[in-house]
């Protein structure tokens, strides 16, 4: 169980993994693109959005992205911390 006794199912991670990536897509981005722009590897880009690895900087990226908040995406991980 992770920091805020939330769970969640890996067909759900996996879920919110693909609408994470068929969002940013929508946007005209990709997590290659992402990568060249922020100096980030897109491999850390793909691991955060599945929630596999934990990255502060690229989950805001992501976030800002997608006009929203790492809190919002993966309340799992990040629950109500503030920055």
């Known amino acids: ?10 067909t759900e991670r996996r879920t919110r993994h693909e609408k994470i ?4 897509r929508r946007r005209g981005l990709s997590f290659a693109k992402l ?4 100096g980030l590897h897109r491999s850390v880009f ?13 989950a805001r990226l992501i976030a ?3 006009d ?5 995406l993966w309340p799992e991980i990040y629950g109500d911390q503030s920055d």
């Not at 990536?21 to 940013?24: D, F, L, R």
């Not at 793909?46 to 690229?58: D, E, G, L, P, Q």
């Open 68 to 72: 929203t908040t790492p809190e919002e």
């Open 46 to 58: 793909a691991a955060v959005s599945a929630a596999t690895k934990r990255s502060r900087r690229a």
């Open 35 to 38: 990568s060249e722009r922020e």
């Open 21 to 24: 990536k068929y969002e940013i």
């Open 64 to 66: 800002d992205v997608l």
């Open 1 to 10: 169980m992770d920091q805020l006794g939330m769970q969640i199912s890996a």
